[in-house]
């Protein structure tokens, strides 16, 4: 495995014992943290967040990390011991809907032809 996996598996695992304890109203407990990428050089992490509920809940949810993301930093920053601790982009991941978009058509597409 390469470093760059273990730093990216290792930003991921952190981030989310530290998601689970925070204690803003905006994040549900269903919140969880897919991936995380670390660029080459250290300085910014994107962490790929999955997020149980409405699309108003999942907004809310990524607003509320996006706030916390100072704090988040800087816990990291205290675990880890990286040259550089990374700055935080949250972004929405999607996958288990597209996975379910996609359960969909194909059920869709063997019931036509069953007809």
Known sequence: ???????NEEVRRELADIIRNLK????????SVVAVRVTNDLRYAKAYISVMGSAEEQKR???GLKSAA???RREIGRRIDL?????LI?????????GAHIEELLKSVRNDGEQ
Do not use: N, Q, V, W
Request: negative net charge; hydrophobic residues 35%.
């Open 83 to 87: 040259r550089y601790t990374p700055e």
């Open 90 to 98: 949250f972004e929405l991941d999607r996958s288990i809907e597209h």
């Open 1 to 7: 495995m390469a470093r760059i996996d273990k730093i």
């Open 24 to 31: 803003d109203t905006r994040i549900p407990m269903m919140t």
């Open 61 to 63: 949810a990524i607003e």
């Open 70 to 72: 100072g704090y988040a």
